[in-house]
């Protein structure tokens, strides 16, 4: 018996090992290339193939990351085409999670300079440009989500994810590739991604981590030298930059960014799958169902030597009861601490209210994002790195934000440039700190030929349990109407009308829901109109006419906006409701420099009155290319007729939906009380390029006419319709948008205009909404 097993001993020694085959699987970076990456993961899975590491680099880290930690093709797919990885590299915030009370109104800046004043003015440090194209307050909150719960399960260690995984980033410091093997996976996945200017880097140990494709976008090395797999699959969908022309810059930038990668694979380690795309753009995602076909299809065309070099095999059924078992064991988001550095005492407990209002409280991950979008509404902070880190004890979370306060002084320069004269000039700056409360002091002004205003506005938040703003605006402003020579008329009809306005004002605002805002407004005016009441004028012998008020008033508005522009937009929805109520004098004094028994005598007139108006905007989108806006605005005032006509018409509700109807005066959209309607149909020719229609129609409840004495009286209800309409080519910028249109308006008749525009045409707040 000893004999037999003396040589069973000797056998086993002499015999190779027998061991399970390994398989390894290297995907590169590339963009939205790298989409064919799943399409192969699918092949294999369907054709039993066994995965057993994956090490990625860039979108090869994000694909390779999403399947170590257990999700399946079909679960990539949905994710990928889904609205919430759009917001990934569009920036764009959930509408639900749109917080308007913190929302400042839209100023009409080119470029925003931020300036520290933290220490002396010796450390001022002007910002001009954004760190990064897309903006990461989506992708920031989206990788705690997605990955802090397999960071929680595999305890900060790569090798215990569904799938060991390895991560390829850059320390462009240092001159080297980082492969990353524990910490948290979503900053590990963030980093690998980081493409230079496109998305902005993360801080890993202190180091400050970038795109792993600048120093090996294909990490076979990695793999071999990490996991030791008896065989790799690869999948190159990227190339070395070729020779740069002199006026290809993307060209030129990528020559000087990314060092040359070997993409080749010995047919000794394994297998390699290569891909050539010269038409597909590094942020083409949305060509999902092409580009993992093609991997596909590639991955079955070669399964027959797939199998004839690995024989191992998994059936479809074995991973997916594998991996259910593995997300069985992910622990639930419940969060009970939250941990916050880069802002004082202060500013924390600003913060931590946000989220909740003790450590005893448990709090869920949409409790977190409610708070993260409302802290990041605010302007004085710029940017909140969340992590979650998992307490086995009492199998919680806690949450670490690493919070980052924006520089305290803000100046801004912008405006508008305009074919039609109607030119703007921007200016603005403010001042904004964070303590226990949140303070803001702006001041804007415009010039131009147009509209003129300078504008001081203080404005004060408190983190009470139901949060309130209250602000103060001292405003100055005029606005010289005029009127264009027509496109197809050799008629000039100048409109020397102009208005004056100072005002003080006092609002307390208060959430509304998440979207909107409710308002409460106290102010006094001055307001001042200069007209003159006949086309034919001798300057010689007449001044303006003029007509002054000075008016007491109260209001109460409810409004919100999810518009994704602050011109031109293509989403979204805005929505105004107001209820004001107003009281004062009215003065009258003549023009003529002459007086004679018709010069009218000086006027003064005691009046209250009502006025309520409602607007909506919103689009919708039709198809991919083509979206279908609607505009709703009615308006009703009790106001009385002024001293003359051109007087109540100068203070009569307007009807002004298009940027070029705002700086026109056209005395046929002006009445007391009237229904707008419009449609706006938009074919986005790209992402920033629209073709846009723009077409309303306005109906005067009461149309105010004048009668032969240069008085105004109402004629019959319902008997007066006016419509414009308008066609631009806009294309949408960072910094602004350009606007080539053409528009016709039905009275007065042959009302024709073109004309080009850049920037933004948006003026402030006025005493009457």
């Not at 170590?68 to 889904?82: Q, V």
């Not at 309130?468 to 009127?483: E, G, M």
Request: aromatic share 14%; proline share 4%; net charge positive.
């Amino acid at each position: 018996m000893k004999h037999y097993l003396y040589i069973l001993f000797l056998l086993f020694l002499l015999l190779p090992p027998i061991h399970a085959q390994k398989v390894g699987l290297v995907l590169s970076g590339g963009g939205a290339k790298g989409l064919t990456h799943i399409g192969i993961i699918r092949a294999l899975e369907e054709n039993g193939i066994p995965i057993d590491y994956i090490a990625g680099t860039s979108m090869g880290a994000i694909v390779g990351s999403l399947y170590a930690m257990g999700y399946s093709p079909d679960e990539m797919e949905a994710l990928l085409k889904s609205d919430d990885f759009k917001r990934w590299y569009s920036g764009n915030v959930e509408e639900k999670y749109i917080y308007y009370f913190k929302k400042n109104p839209p100023t009409p800046e080119f470029i925003n300079i931020r300036i520290s004043l933290k220490d002396s003015l010796k450390n001022v440090k002007p910002q001009f440009l954004p760190t990064s194209i897309v903006d990461p307050i989506q992708m920031n909150i989206v990788f705690l989500q997605l990955f802090g719960q397999a960071t929680a399960a595999s305890k900060a260690n790569f090798d215990s994810l569904y799938i060991p995984f390895r991560c390829i980033a850059s320390d462009v410091y240092n001159k080297r590739p980082l492969i990353l093997k524990k910490g948290d996976l979503g900053d590990a996945v963030r980093a690998s991604m980081s493409f230079p200017a496109m998305f902005k880097p993360i801080e890993i140990d202190s180091i400050l981590a970038y795109d792993g494709g600048i120093y090996n976008n294909f990490p076979v090395n990695v793999m071999r030298d990490t996991f030791h797999p008896d065989i790799i699959i690869g999948s190159a969908v990227s190339a070395n930059p070729g020779k740069p022309k002199e006026g290809d810059i993307m060209g030129q930038l990528e020559n000087m960014i990314m060092q040359k990668t070997d993409y080749s694979l010995p047919d000794s380690l394994g297998i390699l799958m290569t891909f050539k795309y010269d038409d597909v753009n590094l942020m083409d995602f949305q060509r999902f169902d092409e580009l993992h076909d093609i991997g596909y299809k590639r991955a079955i065309e070669m399964m027959d030597s797939i199998k004839s070099r690995i024989h191992r095999r998994i059936t479809p059924e074995q991973v997916k009861v594998k991996r259910l078992a593995y997300k069985s064991n992910l622990p639930d988001f419940r969060f009970k601490r939250v941990n916050i550095t880069g802002a004082n005492e202060r500013q924390k407990q600003y913060i931590q209210k946000e989220f909740h209002e003790n450590d005893f409280d448990v709090f869920t991950m949409e409790d977190i994002k409610r708070a993260y979008f409302r802290l990041l509404s605010d302007n004085i902070i710029s940017e909140i790195i969340p992590h979650a880190v998992y307490n086995e004890k009492d199998q919680t979370y806690d949450l670490n934000l690493q919070v980052k306060m924006e520089a305290n002084l803000s100046v801004r320069v912008g405006g508008n440039v305009s074919s039609s004269g109607s030119n703007q000039v921007y200016f603005g700056a403010s001042y904004q700190n964070l303590n226990y409360y949140s303070k803001e002091f702006n001041f804007d002004g415009q010039l131009g030929r147009v509209y003129n205003n300078v504008q001081l506005a203080a404005r004060i938040d408190f983190p009470t349990k139901l949060p309130t703003s209250y602000k103060f605006i001292a405003s100055i402003s005029t606005f010289d109407y005029f009127k264009e020579a027509k496109f197809f008329s050799n008629k000039d009809n100048p409109a020397f009308n102009k208005k004056r306005e100072e005002f003080v004002k006092l609002k307390v605002s208060l959430p509304f829901l998440s979207r909107k805002k409710a308002e409460f407004g106290v102010g006094i005016a001055r307001m001042e109109d200069r007209y003159f009441q006949t086309n034919i004028i001798d300057f010689s012998e007449t001044k303006h006419d003029k007509s002054t008020y000075s008016i007491f008033g109260g209001s109460i508005v409810l409004e919100g906006s999810t518009l994704n522009a602050r011109q031109f937009a293509t989403q979204g929805s805005r929505e105004k409701m107001a209820a004001q109520i107003f009281t004062g004098t009215e003065h009258f004094r003549s023009g003529a420099s002459k007086v004679t028994k018709d010069t009218p005598e000086p006027y003064k007139k005691v009046q209250s009155w009502l006025q309520v108006s409602y607007q909506n905007e919103t689009y919708h989108k039709v198809s991919p290319k083509f979206t279908l806006g609607a505009y709703l605005e009615a308006y009703y005032s009790s106001r009385n007729f002024s001293n003359n006509y051109t007087a109540t018409l100068m203070q009569a509700g307007e009807f002004t939906p298009t940027a070029h109807s705002k700086v026109t005066y056209n005395e046929a959209f002006r009445a007391n009380q009237y229904a707008g309607v419009g449609a706006m149909p938009i074919y986005q020719l790209s992402e920033s390029f629209q073709l846009r229609g723009e077409f309303y129609g306005f109906v005067p409840i009461f149309p105010i006419k004048k009668d032969e004495y240069g008085q105004a009286y109402y004629g019959k209800a319902f008997t007066k319709f006016e419509y414009l309409g308008e066609i631009s080519l806009v294309f949408q910028l960072s910094f602004g948008s350009i606007s080539a249109y053409v528009n016709h308006y039905s009275s007065p008749s042959n009302d024709w205009n073109v004309g080009l525009t850049l920037g933004w045409q948006l003026f402030n707040s006025r005493f009457i909404e």
